[in-house]
């Protein structure tokens, strides 16, 4: 068995408050009932939000996104009303010089279990901010299973009901990987919680925005980060059967940036494997590197 990626292992805390339904409270007393829709039917969607030194990175794009899921799966609200709460969580919780996220989760509410959508229901919203590890990536490299993406087609919203997720991230936990890169009709979508980039030749290739992955925000950051340095790019999905021409994978994600994967997984067998960080990726790792230590 492959050993995990001690540095990989995110350290796990329970924050001491969190924002429920409009007020601060000690987290050991913040409930939620049990017929709220999230609990019941994982009817909701969530966000994370990277903050570093405690500024905040793409706070607009990843309120943008919370909007476009809220409205996708029509929940009321306004997602912009959480911004000013998401800085007072990072000031509030003591993080605010150094690296941490602020996870924010809203539901429809509670209200007798139904299949539809009920009427006159009050969305529940959850916020709290939790330390992150969000330095040294460039200095690693990850293993990954390669397995079959078994989600629903519509990835693009951020949905609690994680379940397709997270049994393909715990597949590759298991046997000590540290992530599971999804394959639909044989291409290439993204991972069980990041985004996925193909070098080939020169020219980067990631998978098209849509209903078959999550619109990730450091994925359009890359994608800035490719045009401003004339970077080769298309947003094509890559076959699994172009992987023999492929000479640099990485991963993108808000608590991953940009990671370089040495090696990939699949039915047992390895289908690459790259042990050094490839000069594409390190360039796009150091003008990430230049962008999130510039915030202001
Ligand atoms: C399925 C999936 N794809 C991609 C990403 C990366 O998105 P972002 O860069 O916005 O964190 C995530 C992050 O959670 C994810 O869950």
């Known amino acids: ?26 987290s050991e007393k913040a ?19 990277p903050f570093y030194d405690g500024k905040p990175f793409r706070l607009k794009d990843h309120l943008d ?39 924010i989760q809203i539901t429809r509410g509670v209200a007798p279990r139904t299949h539809f959508f009920p009427e006159q229901i009050q969305p529940t919203v959850l916020l709290y901010a939790f330390p992150a590890v969000l330095n040294g990536f460039e200095n690693k490299q990850a293993s990954v299973l390669v397995s079959e993406d078994l989600r629903w087609h519509r990835c693009d919203v951020k949905s609690i009901s994680l379940m397709a997720n997270i049994k393909a991230n715990n597949q590759a936990h298991s046997l000590g990987l540290d992530e599971n890169l ?13 985004s996925v980039f193909f070098v080939k030749k020169h020219r980067i290739f990631t998978h098209p ?4 992955i999550l619109s990730g925000i450091t994925r359009k950051v890359i994608l800035e980060m490719c045009r401003e340095m004339d970077l080769e790019l298309s947003e094509k999905a890559l076959h699994i059967n172009e992987l023999k021409d492929v000479d640099e994978v990485f991963l993108t994600g808000t ?13 047992e067998k390895e289908i690459f494997n790259r042990p050094e960080t490839g000069e594409i990726t390190r360039q796009l790792q150091e003008a990430f590197l230049k962008l999130i230590r510039s915030l202001s």
């Open 1 to 26: 068995m492959i050993s995990a990626n001690p540095i990989l292992q995110p350290k796990k805390t329970f924050p001491k408050e969190v924002f429920l339904n409009g007020e601060w409270i000690n």
């Open 31 to 49: 409930f939620v009932s049990v017929f709220d829709r999230g609990f019941l039917l994982g009817d909701g969607i969530y966000e994370v939000t």
């Open 65 to 103: 996104r919370l909007q476009h899921c809220l409205n996708e799966i029509q929940i009321e609200f306004d997602a912009f009303s959480l911004q000013e709460i998401m800085l007072e969580a990072v000031s509030r919780s003591g993080f605010f010089q150094s690296d941490c996220a602020v996870y």
């Open 182 to 194: 999804l394959v639909r009709d044989g291409f290439f979508t993204e991972g069980s919680h990041t």
């Open 209 to 212: 925005e849509g209903p078959h």
């Open 255 to 267: 608590t991953t940036q940009i990671l370089s994967v040495k090696s990939m997984l699949l039915n």
